[in-house]
């Protein structure tokens, strides 16, 4: 089969590799479209390495057709239309994935369409919902509104009733967070966040994807008994933490990361895989929740929709295409 390789000088090229095939357990799913990630781009550069066992192969989410299945497999057959959450692989003709992992694609959307979706659908209610307990009447600030993870979760938390507050670098990317339903519109590049959420009461949730640039801050936008959930590190690793105001509101700080959970098992992405297809799926079913898709290449240009992605002047999810 063919697969994008990434050099160690961080080149990729579309390339023979060897044939992968499912072990008793797994789905071998022929590729559609592969999902580009952050994350990606970080294992492409040498800096965020694939957990032990894991494909080497670039990509993190997928949607294609099942190709085969392992012995001890029972839901899904040959031929069905799937998307599934990986920890690697995806950039490829065919992929290996936990049975576990795999989930129906949604009648209301394409085959293409749906790799758009577990990667954030699997972050956003792990971590908003599972993670942090967002419910109606609460407030959700979600940093990074206009990016896959963003658009989503906006829609997630208007799903549930909540209000949604968002930070975004562009007039353009706030139009399209307010069009999707987010209430609270803040430019960060112009405006405090702090105290925009402060004027709505504080934050009940926030989904961070800076990390330690924002970290006081965020603590500050908290309201009461709110609970911060960071999953990104675009903003650095390091930063000090007053632990008075976090006392001062009885706050919660949580770090998270979906790559690295078990296959099965407590907080196992087969878990969090099943409890989005109870939950989410049925949003998307009935229009509450669509994906949002900013670009799609040719899976042989992936050099190209990483440098998208990079930019971050793309809203939604960045898509490859590997067959029509």
Not at 7 to 13: A, D, I, K, Q
Not at 93 to 118: I, K
Not at 230 to 255: C, D, T, Y
Not at 302 to 324: C, F, I, P
């Amino acid at each position: 089969m063919q697969a994008i390789v990434a050099s160690p000088e961080g080149r990729l090229t579309w390339k023979d590799v060897p044939d992968v095939t499912p072990g008793a357990h797994d789905v071998l799913v022929e590729v559609a479209t592969a999902g580009v990630n952050r994350a990606d781009l970080l294992q492409a550069a040498g800096k965020y390495p694939p957990p032990p066992g894991a494909s080497e192969i670039l990509g993190l989410e997928v949607s294609g057709t099942i190709a085969a299945v392992g012995d001890q497999v029972t839901e899904w057959t040959v031929g069905q239309p799937v998307c599934a959450l990986l920890a690697g692989g995806g950039y490829a003709e065919y992929v290996v994935v936990p049975a576990g992992q795999v989930l129906p694609v949604p009648d209301s959307v394409s085959v293409h369409e749906a790799a758009a979706l577990p990667e954030v659908a699997c972050t956003v209610w792990s971590n908003v919902v599972m993670t942090a307990g967002l419910t109606a009447g609460q407030l959700l600030l979600v940093h990074g509104g206009g990016s896959g993870i963003g658009t989503h979760a906006i829609q997630v938390g208007r799903a549930l009733g909540a209000r949604v507050a968002v930070t975004a670098g562009s007039q353009q990317k706030l139009d399209l967070c307010a069009e999707l339903g987010a209430e609270v519109l803040i430019n960060y590049r112009e405006d405090d966040f702090v105290e925009r959420v402060r004027a709505e009461g504080g934050a009940d949730v926030i989904l961070d994807i800076i990390g330690a640039k924002y970290l006081d801050r965020n603590v500050d936008a908290l309201a009461h008994d709110g609970r911060l959930v960071i999953i990104g590190m675009q903003g650095g690793v390091k930063a000090e933490l007053n632990i008075g105001k976090l006392l001062n509101k009885r706050g919660g700080v949580i770090a998270t990361a979906l790559r690295s959970r078990p296959v099965t098992g407590r907080g196992s992405k087969s878990d969090i895989v099943a409890a989005v297809r109870e939950h989410v799926w049925p949003l998307i079913e009935s229009g509450q929740v669509r994906p949002i898709i900013g670009a799609e290449y040719p899976v042989q240009e992936a050099a190209a929709a990483h440098e998208l992605l990079q930019s971050s002047e793309v809203s939604g999810k960045v898509l490859l295409r590997v067959t029509d």
